[in-house]
């Protein structure tokens, strides 16, 4: 409660400003129990936003006066001083390092992104999720930017700064998948390998700009072989032993090849309808985060003999998939196939299941997924005209087989009743 009786439920309620801060300077945290003082600490990490939003401004501010001194007018140029970081530097003894970043801050959030600085002006965000926002969308024009941020602020406030970071990827991403492949291309061009010696004496040794399916493949290997060793009794921690294997591998020192790699893996989360090159919606390496579609069909395509795991979702996100990347589909998955279609699924066709071919809708050198739900009962003969020039096939629902010729007509087949 407050000194003078007032419960701090009322915190809660109450804009970030003036009257807040009023009031959290009147709480006697003494007489508070633990539940109470959490809700006075989420009012003051609201408040302390809000200072950090008015820091914001007064500081790009600062940037458009023009020389003077304590008596010259409120006057201001257009355009920013060059040197407006050090006069910040100065007041706030900073580093030129720590002026630069603030006055950063403050240009990209006041002026390009005016609804990340109002959203830490009223608490609902704080700075390092407003500078996730600006980090995220820096690469994009300022309207895209902004419609990102839209799309995004309502939820920011609920999300961890790596969730957020990971949201905005995907919605970059999916925003403009041209312009995302267009500005990975030349993030690869830069890729290296950086080294140096640690203040403790130790040193780093570390690839940047590296391409995503071939990082998580190595960090799986490494995984599975420190995982491997300290099953056999290693006594060093497994980030110890992953720390040594990276150098003994880089070094050609020889580790233990006889842990097959496979039992360790990569997941690669995929939309169905990237996979039958439908759309560009992002798809995600577990653990990694959100990758562009043209390469999870890819990797879906190409990683047969690789550590990797699938799961394939639907447009409503629901799995309808999970397992090794693999070509013939495993015998319980064959047979709820056959026992949900009962007969080739061509119409009017009354082939058992039990004689016919389990088929690929989408082929499954087209990146079609080994799933109940990309797989369908054919005979051979209506298998082969599946394939003939001018028929397509499609699987809208799993069971569901919607057939056009090649003069263009459409027949669907629907699931059999039992």
Not at 69 to 82: F, G, I, K, L, V
Not at 168 to 184: K, T, W
Not at 390 to 413: A, C, D, E
Request: charged letters at 20%.
């Amino acid at each position: 409660m407050f000194d003078d009786g007032i419960d701090v439920d009322v915190l809660a309620g109450m804009p970030t400003g003036t009257d807040l801060a009023t009031a959290l300077a009147r709480v006697d945290r003494a007489a508070l129990n633990g539940f109470e003082l959490i809700e006075v600490a989420k009012a003051i990490y609201r408040q302390v936003a809000h200072y950090q939003a008015e820091l914001l401004a007064t500081v790009a501010e600062i940037a458009y006066c023009p020389p003077g001194n304590e008596t010259s007018p409120a006057q201001r140029t257009d355009h920013p001083a060059e040197y407006a970081a050090d006069e910040v530097r100065l007041a706030l003894t900073l580093t030129r390092r720590a002026a630069d970043m603030l006055m950063g801050d403050a240009y990209t959030l006041v002026e390009r992104l005016p609804a990340v600085h109002q959203a830490l002006r009223s608490g609902q965000v704080d700075l390092a999720r407003a500078r996730v926002l600006d980090q995220e969308t820096a690469a994009l024009p300022e309207p895209v930017a902004r419609e990102m941020v839209d799309l995004i602020l309502p939820v920011a406030g609920e999300l961890t700064t790596g969730q957020l970071r990971i949201r905005l990827r995907r919605l970059v991403i999916e925003a403009d998948p041209s312009a995302a492949a267009v500005r990975q291309r030349q993030a690869l061009a830069r890729r290296r390998v950086e080294h140096g010696l640690d203040t403790d004496g130790t040193a780093t040794l570390a690839g940047y700009h590296l391409p995503p399916d071939k990082a998580a493949t190595a960090a799986a290997r490494i995984d599975t072989l420190a995982a491997a060793a300290k099953q056999a009794g290693d006594t060093r921690t497994l980030d110890e032993l992953r720390a040594d294997l990276y150098l003994d591998i880089l070094n050609g020192i020889p580790t233990d090849s006889s842990t097959p790699v496979s039992q360790g893996g990569v997941e690669l989360v995929v939309p169905l309808a990237v996979l039958a090159g439908l759309c560009q919606q992002a798809g995600q390496i577990k653990g990694w985060g959100p990758v562009l579609a043209e390469i999870a069909a890819k990797l879906a395509d190409q990683q047969r003999e690789w550590p990797w795991r699938y799961t394939v979702v639907g447009d409503d996100g629901v799995v309808v998939g999970h397992g090794r990347l693999r070509r013939r589909p495993p015998a319980g998955m064959a047979a709820l196939v056959r026992a949900r279609d009962r007969t080739c699924r061509a119409p009017g066709c009354r082939t058992p299941a039990h004689r016919a071919d389990l088929d690929h809708t989408i082929a499954w050198q087209d990146g079609g997924p080994t799933t109940a739900a990309n797989l369908g009962v054919l005979c051979r003969h209506c298998h082969g005209y599946k394939h003939s020039d001018g028929v397509t096939l499609t699987q809208p629902t799993p069971g569901t087989f919607t057939w056009t010729t090649r003069l263009g007509h459409t027949y669907t087949t629907t699931p059999e009743p039992p």
